[in-house]
């Protein structure tokens, strides 16, 4: 299919806004009128810290965070899932004990602040609530897990945190522990635990949607075969276009499709991470930054600004992401990709910095041939489909 260039301002949009409809990018009306969402936001991580609000607007050149409610009008991201993510931590009571209790704190977090923006924002616990709540102009908060470990061995605590409104949970992060081996990581289970197929187990009995993003080869074939229903990737990318561990193999994306699931596809991963020492430095810095005074956090995105002109952290570029976007289709099919591009999470990739980056995603969709219908179910009737599904 033929690529058309991008009319200028699709590179500037919000400088486009007063030109009228007719001067737009053609992708952005369409863009703008679709049911967007994505699988992955660790803009929870924001939240707490201090002098930071999600109502206000916040620029990349001044503050790290790539979402705010500002920006997801610009990018006209209607919503996503909200991430409770816990870090690894030793496999011991007293490791499973700490992050629990972060994890119940994060999730209050997160409720707060939904609340504080109930009049532009709702929660969503089902398919037909995100409907709802677009049909009403207000934006979609899913709530999700990125690490199951503050479940420790309890598994009656998922229970809980389905109770808390999380719809989407993965076993595992980027080390492996009680639930399953890592993608990143040496194989320890070679796949799931014993009680990680039983973490398989509870997720289908409550409905939470399996989310295999970090999992290790062998433990996806397992949650696939194991899984009663469909799962997601909330945040990968695709193994043919950088070869790494954490990536998905088109083999098995073509599997995942056939069992009736979805790859929402990351912007990490396409290159090396780019760790330098410095980048670690201050990569462990953002981590805590909730617990920064105001100025601390603006010396951190200085120094990271000021890195970010000597180095980045990944290689590939918006061009290289449309073009694995576009094979992830080929491979996949339209029914079977979706949108986790892991902002506030290491996402972001030149010409594509933030979440205002979006409509130019529908417009390159659209210029490889796609309908709008088929772009619509891409950007949020997949994931849509997948959640509907459990349980049934
Ligand atoms: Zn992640």
Redesign the pocket.
């Known amino acids: 299919m033929t690529r058309v260039a991008i009319p200028l301002c699709a590179l500037a949009l919000a400088g486009c806004s007063t030109g009228g409809e007719e001067t737009k990018a053609p992708g952005a009306g369409l863009h703008a009128r679709m049911l967007v969402l994505d699988t992955?936001l660790?803009t929870p991580l924001h939240f707490g810290r201090q002098g930071w609000r999600f109502a206000d607007r916040h620029a990349l050149a001044t503050d790290l965070s790539q979402l705010d409610i500002p920006r997801m009008r610009d990018g006209a991201l209607d919503g996503g899932f909200f991430?409770i993510?816990t870090a690894q931590g030793p496999l011991t009571p007293q490791g499973y004990a700490d992050a629990l209790a972060f994890a119940r704190k994060r999730s209050d977090l997160i409720d707060r602040v939904i609340a504080e923006n109930s009049g532009v924002m709702g929660v969503a616990l089902t398919a037909d609530d995100a409907r709802r709540l677009n049909a009403a102009g207000k934006l979609i908060a899913f709530k999700s897990m990125?690490n199951s470990y503050p479940l420790g061995e309890d598994l009656s605590l998922l229970a809980e945190f389905h109770g808390k409104g999380v719809r989407l949970a993965?076993p595992v992060?980027?080390l492996n522990n009680q639930f399953a081996d890592s993608a990143t990581d040496k194989p320890r289970w070679n796949g799931l635990s014993p009680l990680g197929r039983q973490w398989v187990a509870e997720m289908n009995r409550l409905g939470i949607v399996i989310d295999a993003?970090?999992s290790s080869d062998a433990a996806f074939d397992q949650i696939l075969a194991l899984s009663k229903y469909p799962i997601l990737l909330?945040?990968s990318s695709l193994r043919s276009a950088h070869a790494h561990p954490r990536n998905l193999d088109e083999d098995r994306l073509r599997r995942l499709a056939e069992k009736g699931g979805a790859m929402c596809i990351?912007t990490?991963f396409m290159s090396e991470m780019n760790l330098s020492p410095e980048r670690a430095e201050l990569f462990g810095k953002y981590e805590q930054i909730e617990t920064m005074p105001p100025a601390e956090q603006a010396e951190l995105t200085r120094r990271w600004r000021d890195l970010d002109t000597r180095e980045t952290m990944w290689a590939a570029d918006f061009d290289a992401y449309i073009k694995m976007v576009l094979r992830a289709i080929e491979v996949g099919g339209v029914d079977h990709i979706c949108f986790g591009a892991?902002w506030d999470?290491?996402g972001g990739l030149r010409g594509i910095e933030d979440i205002s980056a979006l409509p130019k995603v529908t417009e390159r969709l659209k210029a490889a041939g796609y309908s709008d219908a088929d772009i619509e179910k891409m950007w949020s009737g997949n994931i849509l489909r997948v959640l509907a599904a459990q349980g049934k």
Do not use: K, L, N, T
């Open positions: 992955h660790d991430a993510y990125e993965g992060h980027s993003s970090h909330s945040h990351s990490i892991d999470g290491g």
